[in-house]
């Protein structure tokens, strides 16, 4: 990875305003959700945490892809990558620099939006809301790369930001899916059946993660912390690989 680069798009992010617009966002979003919340008969503060927990978790994920999506095509556009592989920083570099900065910027929203909910009800602070604060990070650092990842391949702006906020509510519904395939609904050895299978095995499950029911019962000994790293860090080394091949293979 090449440090340069990675303060490149970092400085990037801070002119194009994405820290200070996400954050106003976050802020606005609490704001809402503490409002709605005072409409409430019983268990406010239960509704504050949860409504703004699941709002947050939605912003973070959208405005770091459509970040990602439009910086990678405007620097293709304006010939600042042909400019990069002048110089010489090898395509790998790029890519892994890259992906490091945007990763960084994940880590740094998904702090952002722990704090939030942690802000709106702090007497309900367990190992529940950790552990949710840190699937939402590797989340979103799974969805950046995911970005990054299309926009390389998809010369539209649109398309590849449509393409990866797809794949974002694919893997969001995968559980519902799989568990319809299992519930005997449907015939479990069709040819839809087998192949929603095998795109679960591909598929980051992020139905597992950010789930709501951790910030108000706590943790109930499923889903662990060490799956949520081994998830985020076997998926996201898979498409930085897969965005790889394809960069280094491209004809300029």
């Given at each position: 990875m090449?440090?340069?680069l990675i303060?490149?798009v970092?400085i990037a992010?801070?002119r194009d305003?994405?820290?200070l617009s996400?954050l106003?966002?976050?802020l606005l979003?609490?704001?809402l959700a503490i ?12 509704f504050?945490?949860v ?8 912003v ?8 990602v999506?439009?910086?990678l095509?405007?620097?293709?556009d304006?010939k ?5 592989l002048?110089?010489p920083?090898?395509?790998?570099n790029?890519?892994f620099s ?8 994940a ?19 367990g ?11 590797i989340?979103?650092?799974?969805m950046?790369?995911v ?16 393409v990866?906020?797809g794949?974002?509510v ?21 040819i ?16 597992l993660?950010?789930?709501t029911?951790?910030?108000i ?5 499923g889903?662990?912390?060490w ?6 860090f ?13 960069f280094?293979?491209?004809q300029?």
């Amino acid at each position: 990875m090449s440090i340069p680069l990675i303060k490149y798009v970092l400085i990037a992010a801070l002119r194009d305003k994405l820290v200070l617009s996400l954050l106003v966002l976050i802020l606005l979003g609490s704001a809402l959700a503490i409002f709605l919340g005072s409409a409430a008969i019983i268990e406010k503060d239960q509704f504050v945490m949860v409504f703004t927990a699941a709002g947050l978790r939605v912003v973070s994920v959208l405005g770091l892809v459509l970040f990602v999506v439009f910086f990678l095509r405007r620097s293709f556009d304006g010939k600042d990558i042909e400019f990069l592989l002048s110089r010489p920083v090898s395509r790998l570099n790029i890519v892994f620099s890259y992906g490091a900065a945007f990763s960084f910027l994940a880590i740094v929203m998904g702090i952002a939006v722990g704090l939030a909910v942690y802000c709106v009800a702090p007497h309900l602070f367990g190992s529940g809301h950790v552990l949710w604060s840190v699937s939402i990070i590797i989340e979103n650092i799974i969805m950046v790369n995911v970005a990054l990842f299309f926009a390389m391949y998809i010369s539209s702006s649109a398309s590849a930001s449509l393409v990866t906020l797809g794949f974002y509510v694919l893997a969001r519904m995968m559980g519902q899916l799989l568990g319809i395939v299992d519930s005997n609904l449907v015939e479990s050895s069709g040819i839809y059946s087998m192949a929603l299978q095998l795109v679960s095995v591909i598929t980051p499950r992020l139905d597992l993660m950010g789930q709501t029911s951790w910030l108000i019962y706590g943790v109930d000994g499923g889903i662990g912390i060490w799956h949520i790293f081994a998830q985020g860090f076997v998926f996201s080394l898979l498409v930085l690989f897969a965005t790889s091949l394809d960069f280094v293979r491209r004809q300029f």
